[in-house]
């Protein structure tokens, strides 16, 4: 490793007698050679022309625009359009069957009379919900919360409990027969 030697220190805080070389001298010269030249606007590509042709115009890539010195305009002799051609769009695909047909028919899963029965447990009208049924399972959902409701009035006592222990008991008989009855009209057996 090449070390820079001090000549003479300034002062003894800023002397450093042993500096490394982080790069060589620049040269100027090789800065002003190594740079690209300025960029022009006007120029359309980097081809020089030949010595004894005579100067053509530059051209737009689209054909439509000519500068002439000072200004793009319009090409007064553009070339043709070429037409595009038009292809059709591509003929759909024919994907697979998600449920494959097994004996005549599609496989269906039944609906488990249990499972509907303990979710209206916890919230009346869902388990209608699941069978599919629903006007019913709402409701039944929304008269269980109106019985919620009048709970915290004085008519609550004589009105919301009742109410709410009917729609209660509605909503898990419903839930277990809306399963089995859905599950007969699918022809299985529960």
Request: charged fraction near 10%; charge should be positive.
């Given at each position: 490793?090449?070390?820079?030697?001090?000549?003479?220190?300034?002062?003894?805080?800023?002397?450093?007698?042993?500096l490394p070389e982080t790069?060589?001298?620049?040269?100027?010269?090789?800065?002003?050679?190594?740079?690209?030249?300025?960029?022009?606007?006007?120029?359309?590509?980097?081809?020089?022309?030949?010595?004894?042709?005579?100067?053509?115009?530059?051209?737009?890539?689209?054909?439509?625009?000519?500068?002439?010195?000072?200004?793009?305009?319009?090409?007064?002799?553009?070339?043709?359009?070429?037409?595009?051609?038009?292809?059709?769009?591509?003929?759909?695909?024919?994907?697979?069957?998600?449920?494959?047909?097994?004996?005549?028919?599609?496989?269906?899963?039944?609906?488990?009379?249990?499972?509907?029965?303990?979710?209206?447990?916890?919230?009346?009208?869902?388990?209608?919900?699941?069978?599919?049924?629903?006007?019913?399972?709402?409701?039944?959902?929304?008269?269980?919360?109106?019985?919620?409701?009048?709970?915290?009035?004085?008519?609550?006592?004589?009105?919301?409990?009742?109410?709410?222990?009917?729609?209660?008991?509605?909503?898990?008989?419903?839930?277990?027969?809306?399963?089995?009855?859905?599950?007969?009209?699918?022809?299985?057996?529960?």
């Open positions: 490793m090449a070390y820079a030697r001090a000549t003479e220190p300034k002062s003894s805080a800023t002397s450093l007698a042993c790069r060589p001298p620049i040269d100027p010269a090789s800065v002003r050679r190594s740079q690209p030249p300025p960029y022009n606007a006007a120029r359309m590509s980097d081809q020089p022309q030949d010595a004894g042709a005579p100067p053509r115009p530059q051209v737009s890539a689209d054909g439509l625009w000519v500068w002439n010195g000072t200004a793009w305009v319009a090409n007064p002799s553009p070339s043709p359009q070429v037409p595009v051609p038009y292809y059709p769009p591509p003929a759909p695909m024919q994907y697979p069957l998600l449920a494959y047909p097994a004996a005549g028919g599609y496989a269906v899963a039944p609906k488990n009379p249990a499972v509907s029965l303990i979710v209206s447990l916890f919230i009346p009208g869902v388990g209608s919900l699941i069978n599919g049924d629903t006007g019913i399972g709402i409701t039944i959902l929304l008269l269980w919360l109106l019985s919620i409701v009048l709970d915290f009035t004085v008519i609550g006592v004589v009105v919301g409990v009742p109410l709410g222990l009917g729609v209660f008991i509605w909503g898990l008989i419903d839930a277990y027969q809306g399963a089995q009855r859905w599950n007969r009209q699918h022809g299985i057996i529960s």
